[in-house]
Antibody, heavy 120, light 110 residues
Framework: QVQVVESGGGVVQPGRSLRLSCAASGFTLSRHGMHWVRQAPGKGLEWVAVMWYDGSKKKYVESVKGRFTISRDNSKSTLFLQMNSLRAEDTAVYYC?????????????WGQGTTVTVSS | QSVLTQPPSASGTPGQRVTISCSGSSSNIGSNTVNWYQQLPGTAPKLLIHSNNQRPSGVPDRFFGSRSGTSASLAISGLQSEDEADYYCAAWDDSLDGHVFGGGTKLTVL
């Protein structure tokens, strides 16, 4: 069964760090682009980052550039999102999603999400 | 303010046809393919349409996507109560060098 499962969310103070994980199963991670998308409470979807299938490119939404890093461990079929210098506005449900293709063409497999709350 | 503009709400009665619009620009819809997502209350988004008009396996043919110039539309025919959800359009934006979502449209089945 093709699926992705996120973990690593929690409550963290402003300025601290958190690393999210996304375990993929039923498909080969290195054959798809992979995304992180977030949704703040009561708000719409916001794309956060993408990694090309071969890891050659990583793209980020402007608001997280320099603070967040997307990475992947193919041997463990796991995608990561390292989040540093967290801010209150980063509070959201974070979804991991598989791209239908190699780069960024649409997200066809979504996880259930993991909640990140940034608060003092 | 979202880069892609959608109406905040839409409604229809069972059996009706409803259309949701998505307006963008030359840097996103005008030069890249459009995707549509459905998000039922309390659940993760689901891909409805990719590459402007392609339905993934399992998506009913009641859902139809189209693109013209810098705008796109999602049409839902034979509206059903289970279609009540939030719908989002999305596309790659060459200027922002990233993916962008519309603000979402809340569809109510009356």
């Amino acid at each position: 069964q093709v699926q992705v499962v996120e973990s690593g969310g929690g409550v963290v103070q402003p300025g601290r760090s958190l690393r999210l994980s996304c375990a993929a199963s039923g498909f080969t991670l290195s054959r798809h682009g992979m995304h992180w998308v977030r949704q703040a409470p009561g708000k719409g979807l916001e794309w956060v980052a993408v990694m090309w299938y071969d890891g050659s490119k990583k793209k980020y939404v402007e608001s997280v550039k320099g603070r967040f890093t997307i990475s992947r461990d193919n041997s463990k079929s796991t995608l990561f999102l390292q989040m540093n210098s967290l801010r209150a506005e980063d509070t959201a449900v974070y979804y991991c999603a598989r791209d239908v293709g190699l780069t960024s063409n649409g997200m066809d497999v979504w996880g259930q999400g993991t909640t990140v709350t940034v608060s003092s | 303010q979202s880069v892609l503009t959608q109406p905040p709400s839409a409604s229809g009665t069972p059996g009706q046809r409803v259309t949701i619009s998505c307006s963008g620009s030359s840097s996103n819809i005008g030069s890249n393919t459009v995707n549509w997502y459905q998000q039922l209350p309390g659940t993760a988004p689901k891909l409805l349409i990719h590459s402007n008009n392609q339905r993934p396996s399992g998506v009913p043919d009641r859902f139809f996507g189209s693109r013209s110039g810098t705008s796109a539309s999602l049409a839902i025919s034979g509206l059903q109560s289970e279609d009540e959800a939030d719908y989002y359009c999305a596309a790659w934006d060459d200027s922002l060098d990233g993916h962008v979502f519309g603000g979402g449209t809340k569809l109510t089945v009356l």
